[in-house]
């Protein structure tokens, strides 16, 4: 009893401080600006810095500074999930393959409200638990494309269509990817898998062993993300190039976006100032509701955190299930707005 009330203690207190209470403060902000800040990509000028050490410092620090919080937050909960609750929770919950589990995935990452590679120590986490992989890439793509704040700040900031869409497309992400997982990911003996987690448990005493699981997780994350998005801060302009009316609602370019945002990393809700600053430019609404529908839900970093921890063919379809409902979306905004 202890154990859950420490990870419901982390869990609320964590996302209170970290996500709920500010996210409550800029949604205010943004009623009245119209805004909530600059583009973390090119800040106000037409283009991202051309690649070198202090493009990939810069964005590195920049980054790092909006989501430390959040991702520290991740790692405890993330750890804590294996070490302090009941082995057969997750199971229970998430365990199983059909649409039900997949929903209740989605359903929890709502206020959860975490970027991509925050999220994903505590998916992790839920995979080491036995929580099925449609209802663990379903937590994982909910906390940032269904995040509450986020569809509040698109509607304030870019317009209640862009909101309408954001979630539309959401659903269908979050929900149909989740069961894509769950058809091409060969299911283990899910009641040995717990066994052997039931011997790990009693071996030792829990808080030890959620310290030494919290050591493990951030030795082996950290320094890998870090290198990671070093390179895409240094490579942005790569993956990015001027903006301008010349970026018009073409194919080329609504694929080409659609694919440096599902690889590329930002911070929770950056993409509705970089969407802003590229419309203000005159980029077209094609490659914008490309950007609207990639750069959150998946990145580089979040899929090297993650790839133990689903099948590879999984995580293929949902890659490339990512970048296609993103060339849909831009095509949607073209037609509808």
């Known amino acids: 009893m202890v154990g859950i009330a420490i990870v419901a203690l982390i869990a609320i207190a964590g996302l209170f401080y970290v996500k709920w209470s500010p996210y409550y403060a800029r949604a205010f902000a943004a009623a009245a600006n119209h805004a909530i800040g600059k583009s973390i990509l090119m800040g106000t000028d037409a283009a991202a810095p051309a690649p070198s050490w202090d493009a990939a410092v810069g964005y590195a620090l920049a980054y790092g500074k909006a989501i430390w919080q959040a991702m520290v937050l991740g790692l405890l909960l993330g750890s804590a999930i294996q070490a302090l ?25 709502l206020p959860g409200m975490m970027c991509t590679c925050c999220a994903a120590p505590v998916v992790m986490g839920l995979r080491r638990q036995q929580a099925a992989p449609g209802a663990a890439m379903a937590f994982w793509l909910g906390n940032t494309v269904l995040n509450p704040a986020t569809l509040v700040f698109i509607g304030f900031v870019l317009g209640w269509q862009w909101t309408g ?12 990817l ?30 030890v062993r959620w310290l030494k699981i919290l050591g493990r997780m951030a030795v082996r994350l950290i320094p890998e993300y870090v290198v990671i998005v070093l390179a895409l801060g240094a490579a942005r302009a790569w993956l990015f190039p001027a ?21 590329f990393v ?12 590229m419309l203000s430019l005159g980029m077209g609404v094609g490659p914008a509701g490309a950007l609207l529908m990639t750069l959150p839900p998946v990145s580089l970093p979040s899929i ?12 293929a ?6 970048v296609l409902l993103g060339i849909v979306s831009g095509y949607l905004a073209v037609a509808l707005f």
């Open 165 to 176: 869409l954001r979630l539309a497309l959401g659903l269908v992400m979050v929900l149909g």
């Open 304 to 315: 090297a955190m993650l790839h133990r921890s689903f099948p590879q063919k999984a995580l």
């Open 317 to 322: 379809a949902v890659i490339a299930g990512v």
């Open 178 to 207: 989740g069961l894509l997982a769950n058809r091409v990911s060969p299911m283990p003996d899910q009641a040995t898998a717990l066994l052997a987690l039931q011997a790990e448990a009693e071996a030792q005493n829990p808080f």
């Open 243 to 263: 903006i301008g009316p010349e970026i018009g609602n073409q194919f080329i370019w609504i694929a080409a976006f659609a694919i440096a945002g599902t690889l």
């Open 266 to 277: 930002i911070p929770t809700a950056g993409e509705v100032p970089i969407i802003q600053a």
């Open 85 to 109: 609750l009941p082995v057969t929770w997750v199971a229970r919950a998430l365990g199983r393959t059909g649409f039900g589990s997949v929903l209740a995935g989605g359903l929890l990452s």
